[in-house]
């Protein structure tokens, strides 16, 4: 429930409220004075009638019928009553104009049954010259008062009901008005969760949202600083190790490779000076150190290429990656990898910061195909746009795939996380259990990390 929606909901139960508290004062009020008003009008034509009942039957008068009935025609003018003079039973009654034809009340039934619950009435019989026994009816006729309250009555609640209306736009339009930059928070914070710090509130025109902005845009320039400065440290561990790779690679090649060429030699050395001798056990050790040492020579040789291919170097991104895949395609022949390259921009001219990161990515990406996706199909894609000035990386699998919130994150997605991040880049992966997965990275192809503040 939206927060207009919940005052503007609010605003209607106490609209109801009042409205039954007002409706219940109007009709106990109205329903008391129009009772008073009914009995001091029957109170006073009963007084009325009476004095000239009393004046009229102790003498007798042969008039004295005629002289009523002119005082009731007199009566005709007073509202809300009704009064007839009955004589024997089948003699036309006499009856005042206020009698002639009922009078309907223009309010609904429900009001009306409120507000008249009895019937107020006067009967007196009298003794007049003919006939002998008579009978004087008064009775009070509220319709008219009834009207008349239903009509105040329903003007104050088309006044309510109009407020109520007004009240609820009111609330609706102001708050919608003042609510408003709620929207550009949230995509504020949005931006934040996808790692946009460089995003910034306007300053707006209430308080409260003034320092939400205010606060945001504190919290963003620290995550921006805090970010430009894990970067740089991060750009230079990896640019660390890297050389460590690199010298690690070197003396591997220079000094364990010679020393194992020196040992290899003599040993086949050995092995053609013993070859039919009278120490057949001296060729057999020669040979078996040729072995060890061609089988040492081989592990060194792939420990190397893992640390840093010499190819990368001397031959650029293309040939490493594709001596990479040929690689993977004769170690494992189940599993055919393809490579595709396509762009604008010559692969072997970008720089070495981000060749190396490709190709460290693609390596990680090979490797948990390895171990965990069971594919028998893979691919992998690089494409270069000199407009956007940027790198895609897109590594398939039609392997078993995972859930990405029930698995938990290993150290080679965050690598591969932490190397794009370190270059401004982006990384994300795409799958879902038994649909493979894909791994899209892209790279601008100049690194920003240059650019980001040095700590202090």
Not at 46 to 55: D, K, N, R, S
Not at 87 to 96: H, M, T
Not at 149 to 167: E, H, N, P
Not at 399 to 428: K, P, Q
Request: include cysteine; charge should be neutral; proline fraction near 4%.
């Amino acid at each position: 429930m939206s927060l207009r929606f919940h005052l503007n909901l609010l605003i209607t139960l106490l609209f109801l409220l009042a409205l039954l508290l007002a409706l219940f004062l109007a009709i106990n009020n109205t329903r008391r004075a129009v009772q008073d008003e009914l009995h001091s009008t029957v109170a006073l034509t009963v007084q009325l009638l009476g004095e000239t009942i009393a004046a009229l039957e102790p003498h007798g008068n042969p008039r004295a019928r005629a002289r009523l009935v002119e005082r009731i025609d007199a009566l005709e003018n007073i509202r809300h009553l009704c009064i007839g003079l009955y004589g024997e039973k089948g003699a036309p009654p006499v009856q005042s104009r206020g009698c002639a034809g009922a009078r309907t009340a223009t309010a609904p039934g429900w009001f009306r049954n409120l507000l008249a619950r009895q019937k107020l009435e006067f009967r007196r019989s009298i003794t007049l010259d003919s006939p002998p026994h008579s009978q004087l009816v008064v009775y009070a006729d509220p319709a008219d008062e009834i009207s008349e309250a239903w009509q105040d009555t329903s003007d104050l609640l088309i006044l309510m009901v109009g407020f109520w209306l007004a009240a609820n736009l009111v609330v609706f339009v102001t708050l919608g008005a003042a609510m408003r930059p709620i929207d550009t928070i949230l995509k504020g914070l949005d931006g934040i969760e996808r790692g946009h710090y460089r995003l910034r509130l306007p300053v707006f025109r209430l308080p409260e949202f003034a320092r939400i902005s205010a606060s945001f845009n504190h919290m963003a320039g620290a995550l921006e600083k805090s970010t430009a400065e894990n970067r740089y440290l991060t750009q230079k561990s990896l640019a660390i190790q890297e050389e460590e790779r690199r010298l690690m690679a070197r003396e591997l090649h220079d000094e364990l490779g010679q020393c194992l060429s020196a040992v290899q030699a003599d040993a086949v050395s050995i092995s053609k000076w013993s070859r039919g001798g009278v120490a057949p056990q001296v060729h057999e050790s020669a040979q078996a150190i040729v072995s060890v040492s061609s089988r040492v020579f081989e592990v060194i040789r792939s420990m190397i290429k893992r640390l840093r291919p010499a190819t990368l170097d001397e031959l650029g991104l293309v040939i490493t990656l594709g001596q990479t895949i040929d690689d993977w395609n004769t170690r494992h022949p189940e599993q055919f990898c393809r490579l595709q390259h396509r762009g604008e921009v010559d692969l072997n001219s970008l720089d070495d910061t981000v060749s190396i990161h490709v190709y460290r990515i693609v390596q990680e990406c090979l490797t948990n195909i390895e171990r965990h996706a069971r594919a028998e199909q893979l691919s992998v894609e690089i494409e270069t746009s000199a407009r956007a000035g940027e790198l895609r990386l897109r590594v398939t699998d039609d392997g078993c795939g995972f859930e990405t919130r029930a698995t938990r994150t290993g150290l080679g997605l965050i690598g591969m996380r932490e190397r794009a991040s370190v270059l401004g880049g982006a990384f994300e992966i795409e799958t879902a259990p038994g649909e493979g997965t894909r791994v899209v990275v892209c790279l601008p192809l100049r690194p920003v990390w240059e650019q980001a503040p040095r700590p202090a």
